[in-house]
């Protein structure tokens, strides 16, 4: 484990039996805390069904399947970020992460707390998108869409209560496209940072879609009209 974290492997986290102790145990948690290693401290019998069996002595850590990117240095040029709000389901993340690459986003944020992030499972689903579109992590949703206003960035949330539909969008540049959680949607927090939000609208008795099939339907009206406008400058 130290000698990972020291090897600037990609990891997505590592987690810590609370109580555990011991010199090694505290040089693991240094190293995570100087290498920005998300460190989580869990009860030990959390800890044992996530190693599933195999001894641990109280510390495991969490393999990424690639580096997260810099979103500082992404948000300098990018025309179209998707920011996702707390997606747990790695095969959704990784749906997104290839949609997102298709439709021409320039990076996909995600937070570090209570969101998948870049394991093994999802770079499978991307079916190799993660190798072409940088993923971000940050510690604060909120804070980061605060920023990204300040950068410019006009914030739209997709939300079923949002009352502007996807096809009727004149999508403001450089874009931000928030997605919400499975089941939950936007946080009320988040949805408050949106300069608008933005529904699909939908026949039938189900009220929602796939986080990740909501994305596609969104992004891509996102490319129509972004290159529909290309088409008239030219």
């Known amino acids: 484990m130290a000698e990972a974290l020291r090897a600037g492997r990609p990891l997505d986290r590592v987690l810590v039996a609370r109580g555990a102790a011991g010199t090694r145990m505290q040089e693991i948690i240094e190293l995570a805390r100087k290498t920005d290693t998300p ?39 990018a025309k179209l970020l998707v920011a996702l709000d707390g997606v747990e389901d790695p095969h959704n993340l990784g749906a997104i992460i290839r949609t997102a690459h298709a439709a021409g986003a320039d990076a996909v944020i995600v937070p570090e707390r209570r969101a998948v992030g870049l394991n093994e499972t999802v770079a499978k689903a991307a079916a190799g998108a993660i190798e072409h579109l940088p993923v971000a992590r940050v510690v604060n949703l909120n804070r980061t869409l605060e920023d990204l206003k300040r950068r410019g960035f006009w914030i739209y949330g997709l939300d079923q209560r949002g009352t502007i539909a996807h096809s009727r969008v004149d999508w403001a540049e450089p874009t931000v496209i928030v997605l919400g959680s499975e089941g939950r949607g936007l946080h009320e927090l988040v949805r408050k940072h949106c300069d608008a939000l933005v529904r699909i609208p939908m026949d039938g008795k189900i009220a929602s879609l796939n986080v990740s099939v909501a994305a596609g339907i ?10 529909s406008f290309e088409a008239d400058q030219s």
Do not use: C, P
């Open 218 to 227: 969104v992004l891509f009206a996102w490319k129509e009209r972004n290159s």
């Open 39 to 77: 460190l989580r401290f869990e009860a030990r019998d959390a800890i044992d069904r996530m190693a599933g069996g195999a001894a641990h002595q109280g510390v495991i850590a969490l393999g990424a399947a690639t580096r997260y990117a810099d979103l500082e240095k992404l948000a300098e040029t």
